[in-house]
């Protein structure tokens, strides 16, 4: 079971791949059918995540279709129809949009970690270090 938690952010991730394809795809038609695939997989995602399964070590996504009552697991390859016939389907579409979603919240984690670590090389930061007296009162310490 799939469940978005950050519904803003998984706005941002759905925004942010609408615009890529604006940017990438020259043909019309492909352009129209990869928007209708987004826009379909975040229905999906939000209203039949329950029917989704996120599989990290593959990065695809297993999605359990109400529709046709077959298993899809896609990732940049899908078992459907549409994708037989090279056109894009709301599989890929959902698997990129949760691969994006997902990594976006490890980014997230690991961007927190690496500033810990830099406050730890930086010296001013560092507990007490900065602080080097070299006077006590009008004594001379050092
Ligand atoms: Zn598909």
Known sequence: ???IENKDKFGKVVADALT???LTVTDAGTKKRW????AKATAEIEENGVFMTWQSEDHSLIIWSQKSNNIYTANG???CRAFE???PCFHRAAARLVRLY???????TASIDAVSSQAEEIPYLKNG????????GSVRIN
């Open 77 to 79: 390859h899908c078992q």
């Open 1 to 3: 079971m799939l469940q």
């Open 129 to 136: 270090s900065y602080i080097k007296a070299e006077r006590v």
């Open 35 to 38: 928007i209708n695939a987004i």
């Open 20 to 22: 890529k394809i604006e």
């Open 102 to 108: 997902l990594e976006g919240e490890r980014t997230e």
């Open 85 to 87: 016939q090279g056109s």
